[in-house]
């Protein structure tokens, strides 16, 4: 896996818009674009909301200028979830649970780069430089070439002060004696959310160059969100098999 600097330095933030998906005119690959249509129409089919789609809508640095080998082409469908349910809270989640599973089962790619499906309410707000709608084939937000200037220390700095505390409870998972277990459960499911939260937050207020924003991606990039999950996935086990 690449480090921060390595995925800093091997253009972080590119001249042109993906080759493989966008010509120099700013217009998609039609075969590219058919087939995420197709893909995002047989979700929302499986999950039995197809007559509601409003729009399909390619987001994030796959319709930006900051596309790296990690990047997703991420898929938005986008529905009015209280036409669904009144209780959209239920709704949500319901549609969050298709799209895991969805996600979960197909591994997909176009061009090198993971396909990943994500169901938005139509009111949700979605601060993007780049959204492009794949429904009507037009962009709704073209995205404007500004190199950003990012200062690395801060971004490194923010990431490996998480990786400690993963690492930290990988250690502690391993040697622990049971009494602590409901503890360290609560600990792995808090640090979830404070990366999540450190993520929202940065995204809110700086957009996709956020500090927050890159030290996520630099979590997700070096493994240490997977190693996130799989810890607290053990520590699950742990609390109920018998020793």
Request: glycine share 6%.
């Amino acid at each position: 896996m690449k480090t921060f600097r390595q995925f800093y330095e091997s253009k972080f933030y590119n001249d042109t818009l993906h080759p493989s998906l966008w010509d120099a005119a700013g217009n998609i690959d039609q075969e590219v674009r058919s087939k995420l249509l197709t893909i995002a129409n047989d979700v929302a089919t499986a999950a039995g909301v197809d007559h509601l789609v409003e729009d399909i809508q390619l987001t994030g640095s796959m319709a930006n200028f900051n596309y790296t080998d990690f990047s997703d082409l991420d898929t938005h469908i986008l529905l009015d979830y209280d036409k669904v349910n009144h209780d959209e809270d239920l709704v949500k989640k319901a549609l969050d649970g298709k799209r895991f599973i969805w996600n979960l089962r197909h591994d997909i790619k176009m061009g090198g780069h993971d396909v990943e499906i994500y169901f938005q309410d139509v009111d949700e707000p979605h601060k993007a430089s780049g959204l492009y709608s794949l429904l009507n084939g037009e962009w709704i937000r073209e995205p404007v070439h500004n190199e950003p200037q990012v200062d690395e220390r801060d971004v490194t700095l923010k990431a490996d002060r998480i990786k400690g505390e993963i690492a930290d409870l990988e250690v502690a998972q391993q040697t622990s004696t049971g009494d602590d277990l409901e503890e360290l459960q609560e600990g792995a499911q808090a640090l979830r959310n404070k990366i999540a939260k450190m993520r929202k937050d940065s995204l809110d207020q700086d957009g996709e160059f956020g500090i927050g924003n890159l030290a996520f991606k630099e979590l997700r990039n070096s493994d240490y969100m997977e190693r996130l999950i799989d810890v607290a996935n053990k520590l699950y086990d742990d609390k109920f098999t018998d020793k």
